[in-house]
């Protein structure tokens, strides 16, 4: 690989498209562009209006080419969690080398051996996980390259997802322009950003990825997605209580239940939070009201939440981690907290770019990617590198920018000095 690599990571939401460009720059990850782009064409189960993510991810990639100067040809793809069911299997292979020494194209040939597993016609291969390897009796999580051996086998997680919504949401990214470079389920993705797979080989996990219109529950145990399930509400599920008794909009009011009100605390405040004027008058919504107008819709989903996750804290120590637009609510975490009784926290990225728990997944893709990439050996690029080189190149050496530099330059403390002991001198 080389020591520079940029790729684009999508994520179609319920409410938005998100678009990240980012770059592996000598094992160092940083964001070049960030785009969300409002979009209803999305929904848990179903791709709803292909022409409206076509329409959004026309606009996310223009945004893009503007500023870089290139285009985005190859996208890595987040998708839904919706009926995501895991097959686990072990395939082997014969280690082809003429010493017996284990190569790459080994893994490959057993990865590939795996891909061809049947499995039921209702279901979409997304990606083919390599779990362990075993050589000579010996169980390893890291690719054992060089080992003598004449038998690889490889423990593969196969993860799929509905058919239906796969085949459509890649249909609607391929009719906008877009090449897939690689498919992986969003709570796959956002066990790689939160570094919650690996955290799952000491105690559970579970991923609370609540969207717009949907909460998506993803169980980690020893290091592997064990299963997901999906929830017909969201927070604007929640937030529907005060759409109803204020005639506020959706969307302002999933705004205010993600910034201005503090849920889970013992007294609401009576600070307004939200004024506003239908023409004939002023209408004014505190704290208080605001809570207590989404109070029947949180209990009922904490019930449901309750409800699906009770096996998994029986079985063992369980930590819950909440994400998308739901890790911006301030408090719901405490609910959490209370009604299942084991720790529970919200997330946000640390990226600089990106710290917005709502990115999440769309993180999770490049690092997901990139630990794939040594078993693929895949060198391509997102971007059009050619012109987004000269691009660059041309920006460097504009007038303006040497003009710039020059007078940077010459503004240096040291500079200065020289300057000042001229004067002196003189």
Same mark, same amino acid.
């Given at each position: 690989?080389?020591?520079?690599?940029?790729?684009?990571?999508?994520?179609?939401?319920?409410?938005?498209?998100?678009?990240?460009? =980012?770059?592996?720059?000598?094992?160092?990850?940083?964001?070049?562009?960030?785009?969300?782009?409002?979009?209803?064409?999305?929904?848990?189960?179903?791709?709803?209006?292909?022409?409206?993510?076509?329409?959004?991810?026309?606009?996310?990639?223009?945004?893009?080419?503007?500023?870089? =100067?290139?285009?985005?040809?190859?996208?890595?793809?987040?998708?839904?969690?919706?009926?995501?069911?895991?097959?686990? *299997?072990?395939?082997?292979?014969?280690?082809?080398?003429?010493?017996?020494?284990?190569?790459?194209?080994?893994?490959?040939?057993?990865?590939?051996?795996?891909?061809?597993?049947?499995? $039921?016609?209702?279901?979409?291969? /997304?990606?083919?996980?390599?779990?362990?390897?075993?050589?000579?009796?010996?169980?390893?999580?890291?690719? $054992? *390259?060089?080992?003598?051996?004449?038998?690889?086998?490889?423990?593969?997680?196969?993860?799929?997802?509905?058919?239906?919504?796969?085949?459509?949401?890649? =249909?609607?990214?391929?009719?906008?322009?877009?090449?897939?470079?690689?498919?992986? $389920?969003?709570?796959?993705?956002?066990?790689?950003?939160?570094?919650?797979?690996?955290?799952?080989?000491?105690?559970?996990?579970?991923?609370?990825?609540?969207?717009?219109?949907?909460?998506?529950?993803?169980?980690?145990?020893?290091?592997?997605?064990?299963?997901?399930?999906?929830? $017909?509400?969201?927070?604007?599920?929640?937030?529907?209580?005060?759409? %109803?008794?204020y005639g506020l909009k959706s969307e302002m009011a999933v705004e205010l239940l993600k910034y201005s009100v503090r849920l889970g605390e013992d007294q609401a405040s009576e600070n307004p939070i939200h004024i506003w004027s239908?023409?004939?008058?002023?209408?004014?919504?505190? %704290?208080?009201? #605001?809570?207590?107008?989404?109070?029947?819709?949180?209990?009922?989903?904490?019930?449901?939440?309750?409800?699906?996750?009770?096996?998994?804290?029986?079985?063992?120590?369980?930590?819950?981690?909440?994400?998308?637009?739901?890790?911006?609510?301030? =408090?719901?975490?405490?609910?959490?907290? &209370? &009604? /299942?009784?084991?720790?529970?926290?919200?997330?946000?990225?640390?990226?600089?770019?990106?710290?917005?728990?709502?990115?999440?997944?769309?993180?999770? /893709? #490049?690092?997901?990617?990139?630990?794939k990439l040594p078993i693929t050996g895949y060198i391509e690029d997102s971007l059009d590198m050619d012109a987004f080189v000269k691009a660059v190149s041309y920006r460097e050496n504009t007038p303006a920018l040497r003009k710039?530099?020059?007078?940077?330059?010459?503004?240096?403390?040291?500079?200065?000095?020289?300057? *000042?002991?001229?004067?002196?001198?003189?």
């Open positions: 690989m080389s020591d520079k690599q940029i790729f684009a990571a999508v994520e179609v939401a319920d409410s938005e498209v998100r678009l990240i460009v =980012g770059e592996f720059f000598n094992t160092r990850f940083n964001i070049i562009k960030v785009e969300k782009v409002p979009c209803s064409g999305m929904t848990f189960n179903e791709v709803t209006d292909p022409d409206a993510i076509i329409t959004a991810l026309h606009k996310a990639c223009a945004d893009v080419k503007k500023m870089l =100067g290139a285009e985005i040809r190859k996208v890595i793809l987040a998708m839904p969690s919706y009926r995501l069911k895991r097959y686990s *299997l072990q395939s082997s292979v014969n280690v082809e080398g003429i010493d017996q020494v284990v190569t790459i194209q080994d893994v490959r040939n057993a990865v590939h051996k795996a891909e061809r597993a049947q499995i $039921p016609g209702q279901y979409a291969l /997304l990606q083919a996980v390599c779990q362990k390897y075993t050589v000579n009796g010996v169980t390893t999580r890291k690719i $054992p *390259l060089g080992e003598h051996t004449d038998k690889l086998t490889v423990d593969i997680d196969l993860l799929c997802a509905d058919r239906k919504v796969s085949f459509d949401l890649v =249909g609607a990214v391929e009719k906008a322009g877009l090449s897939v470079l690689d498919i992986f $389920p969003d709570v796959f993705a956002i066990g790689k950003e939160t570094a919650l797979l690996q955290a799952s080989m000491d105690k559970q996990v579970i991923i609370l990825k609540v969207g717009r219109t949907a909460t998506t529950l993803g169980y980690l145990h020893q290091g592997r997605v064990a299963s997901a399930a999906v929830l $017909p509400a969201g927070l604007g599920t929640l937030a529907s209580g005060a759409v %109803e008794k239908d023409g004939q008058q002023t209408h004014t919504v505190n %704290e208080r009201e #605001f809570v207590e107008s989404i109070h029947e819709n949180l209990e009922k989903w904490l019930d449901a939440i309750d409800k699906t996750c009770v096996p998994i804290l029986q079985a063992g120590e369980t930590t819950v981690i909440i994400t998308d637009e739901g890790g911006e609510t301030q =408090g719901l975490s405490d609910l959490v907290a &209370r &009604r /299942l009784g084991c720790e529970c926290r919200c997330y946000i990225p640390e990226t600089l770019g990106g710290r917005n728990a709502g990115l999440t997944a769309c993180l999770g /893709l #490049f690092y997901a990617y990139q630990d710039q530099e020059t007078a940077n330059k010459e503004d240096t403390l040291t500079n200065k000095l020289k300057g *000042l002991f001229l004067e002196g001198k003189k």
